[in-house]
């Protein structure tokens, strides 16, 4: 568990968890007393897996933690967790059962619990073959929403089926379910927000079949309250292209009615390419921006060569500039994507806008290429 600021320099650094077994968190979120809650999964040696929960302090001191199973034989995985009005938890995840049931698949469970993490109820949603774990939050009507899939049809390579939102009472009970889209492999949605209106924004995936076999696109689900679907759409990171693979894992809604989600995109053809993937569209799911978003610089080979320097980085606000390349012009992005500044070419000094934080430049040749660079202002 790390604590960075909101410029990215780490606070704290704790590791949880005993150096025999094998732990991993899916996601912390901040609780109402000021400290941190964790899930993910427990796996002790010669066992499987067990759902894991784990409460900490403000600086990541552990106050108390649980792990849930039904039976030795079972695998539980939590992948998400939510604070409720009363103070306790609702945990999302998948079970799959003791190896030699019949009936054995994933399928998406909800576990609420008091605020010392004690179950107070659990619910399996039996779905016909393997589907992803519940992503749950608690609505405004005090109610649970959660992401999964619900399958129709399985193979030995994968599971087919459709991405989809449950809805259940404060007791687990099933309320209803929404499926979106047409009948994918590994189709899920992954995360699910509420917006201040109680309409729903999701995130996922979804498997395309065609001619030449498989790719995977990103989806975005916007449904009223009830579910029902304002806009459904797919995405792509380079449309066409049959060997990505596009995953969204997390969408936030934005000031001007509009979403951003990001996740990843695997072009699976030789060499392989994995990038982080990020996203913008309108409050109809159009697309405005598609980016990859790399650890490293983007650099044309001509860039390269000729040493482009920006420095200094971090920086108080002041950026110099220097290359031999004759330029077409220089852009300054914020962390949205939006558009700040856009310079002539011949540009070697210039000011990054008074708020501090992460900053793209990107600086374009005559001929089109271009790098973008981060740049942190303090």
Not at 38 to 53: F, I, P
Not at 269 to 286: F, K
Request: aromatic content about 10%; proline content about 3%.
């Amino acid at each position: 568990m790390v604590k960075y600021t909101k410029y990215g320099d780490t606070l704290w650094t704790k590791k949880i968890g005993d150096s025999i077994d094998f732990t991993t968190f899916y996601q912390a979120i901040q609780t109402t007393d000021g400290g941190y809650i964790a899930v993910g999964v427990y796996l002790a040696v010669g066992q499987r897996e067990d759902g894991w929960l784990v409460k900490t302090d403000s600086s990541g001191i552990v106050q108390w933690q649980k792990r849930y199973s039904t039976t030795l034989g079972t695998l539980e995985t939590l992948i998400s967790v939510d604070q409720t009005l009363d103070g306790g938890y609702i945990l999302g995840g998948a079970e799959q059962e003791f190896p030699n049931q019949p009936s054995r698949n994933m399928d998406p469970i909800l576990i609420k619990v008091d605020s010392l993490g004690n179950q107070q109820w659990r619910q399996r949603y039996d779905t016909p073959f393997d589907d992803a774990g519940a992503y749950v939050i608690q609505t405004y009507d005090s109610n649970y929403i959660f992401a999964s899939g619900v399958s129709v049809s399985g193979s030995s390579n994968s599971t087919r089926g459709r991405p989809a939102l449950y809805k259940v009472d404060q007791n687990g009970n099933l309320l209803w379910t929404k499926t979106y889209g047409n009948v994918g492999f590994s189709a899920a949605l992954i995360s699910v927000k509420q917006l201040d209106d109680s309409s729903l924004i999701a995130a996922g995936r979804t498997g395309v079949l065609g001619p030449n076999c498989c790719r995977i696109d990103g989806v975005l689900v916007h449904a009223n309250q009830n579910g029902d679907s304002i806009f459904v759409e797919t995405y792509e990171r380079f449309p066409g292209m049959i060997t990505n693979w596009n995953f969204l894992w997390d969408v936030i809604p934005l000031d001007n009615g509009g979403f951003m989600a990001c996740g990843e995109y695997i072009n699976t053809s030789s060499p392989v390419v994995q990038d982080a993937w990020v996203i913008r569209v309108d409050s109809m799911g159009c697309i405005i921006t598609n980016c990859a978003v790399s650890l490293n610089d983007v650099r044309s080979e001509a860039l390269e060569e000729q040493d482009l320097n920006v420095y200094p980085n971090p920086t108080n606000g002041l950026i110099n500039l220097e290359t031999s390349l004759a330029l077409d012009r220089i852009e300054v992005f914020d962390m949205q994507g939006k558009l700040l500044q856009s310079l002539v070419g011949g540009t070697t000094q210039f000011e990054l806008p008074e708020q501090r934080g992460l900053y793209f430049i990107r600086v374009y040749e005559q001929d089109g290429n271009f790098e973008i660079i981060k740049i942190l202002k303090n």
